[in-house]
């Protein structure tokens, strides 16, 4: 069935600093989504992506829907202590309603 | 507007009991999906329903699982009888669809099998 590789698994970075994380697929998505987690919470929605090539951006946060529809990519700007927290993508492929998730990054900021 | 409401949010219980875990969607979405996450398997999908129909159920681990959606406001997830491995947090999430793939996710129900 379809996968989705997220890397990295974690990321410890200097508050200031920018930060980068992708994930990539072997088939073909027809949407991305970008979710981040804090400790008992559920996953809230950052981003969402339609169009292949498609740059979007909330706030500090700017995601791609890669040009090949088989990755997309997520930057941080400006890494602020509330971005701590684990980041999920997620893509939906040919099925009408179903997402399938990437395993997390984890990223934890020095104050 | 309120967000997806799960209950309870913990619950503990002995194996062999039954447990029943209870979402409301987001009023005006038609399609709710219920997740697992653990360390080991991360979010998994169990099972989902578009218009209170379930529509593909095949990451329900077994038997013991089960799925209601009885209307367009409630949701049950089912597990008889528990064991120490469900124990996990169950998620549900709903989505407006007709077009739109953004789910938005409860706040969780953590279960504890002993």
């Known amino acids: 069935g379809q996968q989705l590789n997220q890397s990295p698994q974690s990321m410890f970075i200097q508050e200031g600093e920018d930060v980068s994380m992708n994930c990539t697929s072997s088939s073909i998505f027809n949407t991305w989504l970008w979710y981040k987690q804090e400790p008992g919470e559920g996953p809230v929605l950052l981003i969402a992506l339609y169009k292949a090539g498609e740059l979007t951006s909330n706030g500090r946060l700017t995601a791609q829907f890669g040009i090949t529809r088989k990755d997309s990519f997520l930057n941080i700007s400006a890494s602020i202590p509330s971005d701590v927290g684990i980041y999920f993508c997620?893509?939906?492929?040919?099925?009408?309603?179903?997402?399938?998730f990437g395993s997390g990054t984890r990223l934890s900021i020095r104050p | 507007d309120a967000g997806v409401i799960q209950s309870p949010r913990h619950e503990v219980t002995e194996m062999g009991q039954e447990v029943t875990l209870r979402c409301k969607p987001i009023?005006?979405?038609?399609?709710l999906f219920w997740y697992r996450q653990t360390m080991m398997r991360g979010l998994e999908l169990l099972i989902y329903f578009n218009n209170n129909v379930p529509i593909d159920d095949s990451g329900m681990p077994e038997d013991r699982f089960s799925a209601k959606m009885p209307n367009a406001s409630f949701s049950t997830l089912k597990i008889q009888p528990s064991e120490p491995r469900d124990s996990a947090v169950y998620f549900c999430?709903?989505?407006?669809?007709?077009?739109?793939?953004?789910?938005?996710f409860g706040p969780g129900t953590r279960l504890t099998v002993t």
């Open positions: 999430a709903s989505s407006k669809g007709q077009g739109t793939y953004e789910q938005y």
């Open positions: 009023s005006g979405h038609n399609s």
């Open positions: 997620a893509g939906r492929g040919s099925s009408a309603s179903k997402i399938i």
